[in-house]
């Protein structure tokens, strides 16, 4: 287990719809990404947050949004759900912006129906 | 744009056997390389990484082979068993996130 910690375990929400998923960092990791991974492929980078600050962002559109708080948990924000969207969500931690291992918590199965 | 490519998209290998996976890249400002373990309804799990300083790397029955000039990297599992059966992702990374390659399903036959 990484420590890596994330909620919920499966959401199923409608098109349109909005949707909030949560992370928790390994202890002692101040840096936080999000990745997309749809069925059969590998993990898509969505962004990354250092510090409480959004520091680098893959091809996702405004509508993924993120938030890192103080304690270094973090959210991930999804508005207008598309059905594209359906994905397996994963959040992955490290420790500083210089660090290069990420470890990835156990994901967030998003279906949108 | 595929960063990373990845094959074969599976494999099929023997109790005991050595199973192979092979990745390719284009950008030369990536500098770490690491493989990732996922087994269905589970994250990414980091197995092994190089950096492009060094050849190889063994850990246990893994080895990562490295060749900076062709832009190619390799993982080893020797004596393969049944419990690695599961989906393997090489990457690479240069700055922030990490490039996945599509993933290589291996099966170990017992």
């Known amino acids: 287990e990484t420590g890596v910690t994330q909620s919920p375990t499966h959401l199923i929400k409608t098109r349109g719809q909005q949707v909030t998923l949560r992370c928790s960092s390994q202890s002692g990791h101040n840096t936080v990404s999000w990745y997309q991974q749809a069925l059969g492929q590998g993990p898509q980078f969505i962004f990354q947050y250092y510090r409480e600050e959004e520091n680098g962002r893959g091809n996702f559109p405004p509508r993924f949004s993120g938030l890192q708080f103080p304690n270094y948990s973090s959210e991930l924000n999804v508005n207008a759900l598309e059905l594209d969207d359906s994905a397996l969500y994963l959040c992955?931690?490290?420790?500083?912006?210089?660090?290069?291992?990420?470890?990835f918590g156990p994901g967030t199965r998003l279906t949108v129906t | 744009q595929q960063q990373v490519k990845q094959s074969p998209q599976s494999l099929i290998v023997q109790k005991g056997g050595i199973s192979i996976i092979n990745c390719a890249y284009e950008n030369t400002a990536f500098d770490y390389f690491p493989w990732y373990q996922q087994f269905p309804g589970k994250g990414p799990a980091l197995l092994i990484a190089?950096?492009?300083?060094?050849s190889e790397k063994k850990e246990g029955r893994f080895t990562i082979s490295f060749n900076k000039s062709a832009k190619q990297f390799s993982l080893h599992i020797m004596d393969s068993q049944p419990g690695d059966s599961a989906t393997y992702f090489c990457a690479a990374t240069g700055a922030n996130n990490l490039f996945f390659g599509t993933g290589t399903r291996l099966t170990v036959i017992p």
């Open positions: 992955a931690s490290r420790g500083g912006a210089g660090a290069y291992e990420q470890y």
């Open positions: 190089i950096r492009p300083d060094v």
